[in-house]
């Protein structure tokens, strides 16, 4: 079975004094961006084998989905970004997910939305 969390690695670095995303948030860590907001951030999850896989979340540090403040702003954020892909990509179908606690396959420490693009083979 395909797993997109395989993919992870790179992405899984940690840091002593922030995590790899606030990294990129703050500019420490390179990234590509697809969109950006006071709040939020969408960058491309370069390691993913799905052509345009973005991950989206708030510039504020949180490790779980209980923290995000606003989520109907986090929401339409999303909404654009999806937009967006869907626009550039022209996928087939998506997934949006958000892995919620370890077991679910989190496995950054910064709660992120995965917008996956899927394509007929
Ligand atoms: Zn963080």
């Avoid at 999850?45 to 702003?73: A, M, W």
Wanted: proline share 4%; with cysteine; aromatic share 12%.
């Amino acid at each position: 079975m395909f797993s997109v969390e395989s993919d992870f690695m790179p992405f899984d670095k940690e840091y002593q004094d922030e995590c790899l995303l606030c990294r990129m948030i703050n500019k420490k860590e390179p990234c590509d961006i697809v969109m950006e907001s006071k709040k939020y951030l969408a960058i491309y999850y370069t390691v993913s084998r799905n052509i345009g896989h973005t991950l989206v979340f708030p510039k504020k540090h949180c490790k779980r989905y209980e923290e995000i403040q606003d989520k109907t702003s986090f929401y339409n954020f999303i909404d654009s970004v999806h937009n967006e892909i869907v626009c550039i990509y022209e996928p087939d179908s998506t997934s949006i997910k958000i892995n919620n606690g370890s077991e679910s396959g989190q496995l950054m420490s910064h709660i992120c939305c995965h917008i996956i693009p899927h394509y007929k083979v």
